[in-house]
């Protein structure tokens, strides 16, 4: 079955730190990302990393978080540091198939990634 899972959200005071996974399974990915939507707000890329390695973010969480991959794992993380409020919503994580072109540092283009995750909230207080 193809999918990916996410894990690893919860609730975090401001500058707390958490570890987002993501399990893809099925088939073999090129382009992976991810991607994040509050409440009332459109979905936003906050990282993305190509087949190699090569990675982009959101300027609103760089030099605070890091998107990595085990390919030996088939699986994605996303460390997040230095937590703020405005940090809060619900992440997903998104692939590209292998195979299909993609282009990693437009993290605007969500139509790019063909498989999605449920998502896993991430909450974080003040």
């Known amino acids: 079955q193809v999918q990916l899972m996410e894990s690893g959200g919860g609730s975090v005071q401001a500058g707390g730190s958490l570890r987002l996974s993501c399990a893809a399974s099925?088939?073999?990915?090129?382009?992976m990302g991810w991607f994040r939507q509050a409440p009332g707000k459109e979905r936003e890329g906050v990282a993305t990393?190509?087949?190699?390695?090569?990675?982009n973010y959101a300027n609103s969480v760089k030099g605070r978080f890091t998107i990595s991959k085990d390919n030996a794992r088939n699986t994605l993380y996303l460390q997040m540091n230095s937590l703020k409020p405005e940090d809060t919503a619900m992440y997903y994580c998104?692939?590209?198939?292998?195979?299909?072109?993609?282009?990693?540092?437009?993290?605007?283009?969500?139509?790019?990634?063909?498989?999605w995750g449920q998502g896993t909230q991430v909450t974080v207080s003040s």
């Open positions: 990393i190509d087949n190699e390695g090569s990675t």
């Open positions: 998104a692939a590209v198939m292998s195979g299909r072109y993609c282009y990693t540092p437009d993290l605007t283009d969500l139509s790019q990634y063909n498989l």
């Open positions: 099925g088939y073999s990915w090129n382009c």
